[in-house]
């Protein structure tokens, strides 16, 4: 059974500091790995997508790097603005059904 | 258009109610999911269609039954259910591939009395 830990689990900044979130898993068999953003009470946003051939992938100031075989992933967030604050949440994808296994999430506050 | 709509917003139900979650996208996504989310604790997955059949059902109890219409509606018909069933259910869909992105909805926020 797949387990996904990520750490830290909350996280508080200054703006204009780069973040760095982290996220393992236990079972490296994954077709991918989705980087989501949830604000409270709110619906999840994808925020990236890793194939599990690639090592990394870029979106604006997000960057998310991809170690398959060690089980882990790193999101990284540059130049933080108050308006990133929210639950950052990682899940590896399984071949069937595309299933997807959440981590429980870091917490992020970035402060003005 | 990557918008996934859900309806209601907000449901409260008596433990002897029956109600429905809808589900909405017009993406042309042929796979569809719901999940389950307790306060402080990430997604659960539930069920997943693919091209409208039932292709994973997480051993959720049969209080909860899904159902596909068509390719671009899912629905959740709740019955008898339980306090503890109190939670925001998502809704997602994508490509019907392994390495698709999967596009959620806004949730619909669920209370049991």
């Not at chain 1, 989705?34 to 992938?57: A, V, Y």
């Not at chain 2, 503890?84 to 992105?101: H, K, M, N, R």
């Amino acid at each position: 059974k797949q387990e996904v830990t990520q750490i830290p689990a909350a996280l508080s900044v200054p703006e204009g500091e780069n973040l760095v979130l982290n996220c393992s898993f236990t079972d490296s068999a994954i077709y991918n790995l989705q980087w989501f953003r949830q604000d409270p009470g709110k619906g999840l946003t994808s925020l990236l997508l890793i194939q599990s051939s690639q090592r990394e992938q870029t979106s604006g100031r997000l960057n998310a790097s991809l170690d398959k075989s060690s089980g882990r992933s790193t999101l990284y967030i540059a130049a933080s603005q108050p308006g990133d604050s929210a639950t950052y949440l990682c899940a590896p994808g399984k071949a069937a059904g595309n299933k997807l296994t959440f981590g429980g999430g870091t917490r992020v506050l970035v402060k003005p | 258009d990557t918008e996934v709509t859900q309806t209601p917003k907000h449901l409260v139900m008596g433990m002897t109610n029956k109600k429905s979650l809808k589900c909405e996208q017009h993406m042309g996504h042929r796979a569809m999911y719901w999940y389950k989310q307790k306060a402080k604790k990430p997604p659960e997955l539930m069920f997943v269609y693919s091209y409208e059949k039932l292709s994973i059902n997480e051993s959720v109890p049969s209080r909860f039954s899904p159902e596909c219409p068509n390719s671009s509606l899912l629905n959740l018909h709740l019955h008898a259910l339980q306090p503890e069933d109190s939670a925001l259910y998502l809704c997602a869909s994508s490509q019907a591939g392994q390495i698709d992105t999967q596009y959620f909805g806004p949730g619909t926020r669920l209370t049991v009395l």
